[in-house]
């Protein structure tokens, strides 16, 4: 046998003799790839991952490609036969990941001292603290025409901000039971937007029951009215049958806007991935209703399917962020995907998602969901975060205090501590722009009527609001 006989045996006999598939990505990674990459990436043998310089493109399918055939010639080891699609993809993710940490380094974002000014690429603005001290976990805020402002509380309290600007001590009284459970609780708060004639308010938020040691919860939709700190008047808008209450502590979703007279608001798929494939079911699925929760007659038909009630769209994962474009009508949401799979989508009719069939994300453990990132019959997102972001909380941009910002998309980001602003252009995203960061995590972002940008922070708990700098 002569030398190279050898050396080919010695590189793949390891290699064959392995079970790759049930381990975790950086695992693979080290055995695999940091003998010549190096074990923080930054190259060896073969050049750095991590420097953002790609010579055999940059794009996640080119990686992919990359790796999959390999590079004789430059002495990169195709890996196509050690390793399956879904295994490669979970790689392009682990890289991506290290990639965005190497490039943030060192790097300044905006901070958030009040009164400082930050520039952005079309907007300068300043951060004034709104409530600093006595929330626990807000969740969602909404804007009354009088000035106050109503604030939820993930543990079950629906809070007041009073005109002037104070907290008020009292909670509402009356308001349904709340399930706290992992990551459920009274999640979201909306104004009716005839508030002012029909005084109606939402809520979502995780209902169920919770006795001995046994917790069953979904999330559920109800309006009301509040008089004299009072939550009175209820009426339920959604409410799933009983057999789709969960013990899960996952995956929520929530939240509410309104368009036209009617109400759209997501159920995630609390934990059942599947079960968001199937229409018959209520998990992991957007809904349309009028806005006193009778099922439109117009609402998307399912082939010999009888749809659950109020059915819009489905093959969703934990939808977070919803919101409408206030030029066409067009639905977008956010959903927390896997690990590198967060998804902005436009939500249309009837269109399935694909959660969790195809997704550019794999486990949050390091092992692959599936090779698969396209299907006939399944949208893809517009655009998906990698590594993720946490999308929570996304609003459009109404107001007129910042002129530039205009009809411009601003994304909230739980794991990444910041806000997003994209500008949208026929459905493709043409700019994106980090205008906020590590300030806490982002549990929302909302245009108010006063034309500031207002955004809840958890860890320290705080709204701040972002005004114009001059
Ligand atoms: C035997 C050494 C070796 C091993 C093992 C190896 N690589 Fe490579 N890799 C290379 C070389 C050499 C190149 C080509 C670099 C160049 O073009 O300058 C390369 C290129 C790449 C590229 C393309 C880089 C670019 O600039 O476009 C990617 C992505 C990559 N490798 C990922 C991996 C991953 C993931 C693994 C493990 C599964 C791996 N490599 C294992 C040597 C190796």
Redesign the pocket.
């Known amino acids: 046998m002569n030398r190279a006989n050898l050396l080919t045996i010695a590189l793949v006999a390891p290699l064959a003799a392995q079970d790759y598939s049930k381990m975790k990505t950086d695992k693979?990674?080290e055995q695999?790839?940091s003998?010549?990459?190096g074990a923080d990436l930054s190259g060896g043998?073969?050049?750095s991952?991590v420097d953002g310089?790609?010579?055999?493109?940059s794009s996640d399918d080119?990686?992919l490609k990359?790796?999959k055939e390999g590079?004789a010639q430059?002495?990169?080891?195709p890996?196509k036969t050690v390793?399956d699609d879904r295994q490669i993809r979970s790689?392009v993710i682990f890289?991506r990941e290290k990639e965005k940490q190497a490039k943030e380094k060192g790097m300044e974002f905006p901070k958030p001292e009040p009164g400082k000014i930050t520039k952005t690429q079309h907007e300068d603005y300043k951060i004034e603290m709104v409530v600093e001290k006595g929330l626990k976990n807000p969740w969602a805020i909404a804007f009354l025409p009088d000035g106050r402002k109503l604030v939820t509380e993930k543990q079950g309290r629906l809070r007041v901000i009073g005109a002037d600007g104070k907290l008020l001590d009292e909670p509402v009284q009356g308001i349904p039971k709340i399930i706290d459970h992992g990551q459920g609780g009274l999640m979201e708060v909306a104004i009716h937007p005839d508030y002012e004639k029909n005084g109606w308010i939402y809520l979502g938020f995780a209902d169920g029951t919770k006795e001995g040691g046994e917790t069953k919860t979904i999330t559920a939709y109800v309006r009301g009215r509040i008089k004299d700190g009072q939550w009175v008047d209820q009426e339920w808008i959604w409410k799933a049958d009983p057999k789709f209450y969960t013990g899960a502590g996952v995956h929520f979703g929530t939240r509410i806007v309104f368009d036209k007279g009617y109400i759209y608001f997501p159920v995630g798929e609390r934990g059942g991935w599947q079960e968001a494939q199937d229409v018959e079911n209520a998990k992991g699925k957007i809904y349309r209703l009028h806005d006193d929760g009778r099922v439109p007659n117009d609402n998307p038909k399912f082939d010999g399917k009888t749809p659950v009630s109020g059915l819009w769209s489905y093959g969703h994962r934990n939808p977070q962020g919803l919101d409408i474009d206030p030029r066409d009508g067009s639905i977008y949401n956010t959903e927390h995907g896997p690990r590198g799979g967060d998804e902005l989508n436009w939500v249309q009719p009837g269109h399935n998602y694909g959660w969790p069939v195809i997704t550019y994300g794999m486990n949050y453990d390091g092992t692959p969901i599936t090779g698969i990132t396209e299907k006939e019959g399944m949208d893809q997102p517009v655009i998906y975060w990698q590594p993720s972001i946490a999308a929570c909380g996304l609003s459009f941009y109404r107001g007129d205090k910042f002129p530039k910002w205009k009809n411009d998309l601003f994304a909230g980001a739980l794991a990444q501590q910041e806000i997003r602003r994209l500008r949208l252009v026929d459905h493709k995203v043409t700019e994106q722009e980090v205008i906020l960061k590590n300030i806490g995590r982002v549990r929302d972002v909302t245009d108010a009527p006063d034309g500031y940008i207002y955004v809840i922070l958890n860890g320290p708990d705080r709204i701040i609001r972002l005004v114009p700098a001059k």
């Open positions: 693979v990674f695999l790839c003998g010549c990459h043998q073969g050049g991952l310089e790609w010579k055999h493109g080119e990686l990359s790796i590079n430059l002495g990169m080891t890996f390793l790689l890289i």
